[in-house]
């Protein structure tokens, strides 16, 4: 596995681990920390999820060493012959620009200078404009059209990592957060270690209902027009609606993004393996 594949894996699955670097790949490896320390820098200030996976991709990094080290490779010139070399043919390149991808698109937004950055990118990797679409709807979906009849289709037909689709009704806070006159399909629950599942959301014809970072809270599928398809350091989870953004940071619900594909009719995205 080349080490933007490792690095691909490690953003994409918070249970992995980044295996420790050949000597032959260490130039790698500062050529693609180097890329996402210059996209966070992009428009002046690192975002608390941008710098939440650079923690994840240097955990050998303390806090105080992670900020120095990103601001000493904020001063340098982007090496963008060592990215090359460190992306030798057109499959590792194309996950360059995916990699590049998570860290523009954490928010489950896209500003102007950010896309702007992506496609910098793109024209250094030697990759053509519907390269950075294609990279962009791999991490954020725009919704055009709900399909709700297939939420019980998805659920029965989905490989959960650590959700448990469960068909009682909801007895937490979550209980609060449902429409008078729903149709449930099922509540979502994590499994605890040494202790009872955690109830963390519930799945109904009209629509979700989760556990917030700002508290639970139902979303009609209609509401929603974007969504992040890919868990993301800083928050697993995000949603854009019609009334604002919302974000789940609870790491175990890394499928979420998987659900909504198959609601909305789209083919999953693949995981690196």
Do not use: K
């Not at 194309?94 to 024209?123: H, I, K, P, Q, S």
């Not at 979906?141 to 959960?160: F, G, T």
């Amino acid at each position: 596995m080349s080490r933007v594949h490792a690095y691909l894996r490690l953003i994409d699955d918070p249970t992995s681990a980044l295996p420790p670097a050949a000597p032959t790949e260490l130039g790698d490896d500062t050529a693609l920390l180097s890329l996402l320390v210059h996209l966070a820098f992009a428009d002046g200030i690192v975002q608390g999820d941008e710098f939440a996976l650079l923690e994840r991709v240097r955990p050998d990094l303390s806090m105080a060493d992670l900020m120095a080290w990103t601001m000493e490779e904020s001063q340098s010139p982007m090496a963008w012959d060592a990215l090359l070399a460190a992306l030798p043919d057109a499959s590792d390149r194309w996950a360059g620009l995916r990699f590049a991808a998570r860290m523009v698109c954490l928010d489950g937004n896209l500003a102007a200078d950010e896309l702007e950055g992506l496609r910098t990118v793109a024209r250094h990797l030697q990759l053509d404009e519907q390269s950075v679409s294609r990279a962009v709807d791999e991490v954020v979906a725009r919704v055009e059209e709900a399909s709700p009849e297939a939420v019980a289709d998805a659920l029965r037909n989905m490989l959960w990592d650590e959700l448990v689709p469960d068909r009682e009704p909801p007895t937490s806070d979550i209980a609060d957060a449902l429409p008078p006159g729903g149709v449930l399909v099922c509540r979502l629950l994590v499994h605890a270690d040494g202790g009872d599942d955690e109830e963390v959301g519930a799945v109904l014809q009209e629509g979700l209902a989760l556990r917030f970072d700002d508290g639970p809270a139902f979303v009609p599928w209609g509401s929603i027009q974007r969504y992040t398809r890919v868990p993301v350091p800083g928050a697993a989870f995000h949603l854009h609606t019609e009334s604002g953004h919302l974000a789940v940071s609870d790491g175990r619900l890394r499928d979420l993004g998987t659900l909504l594909d198959v609601v909305y009719g789209r083919r999953p995205v693949e995981r690196t393996a």
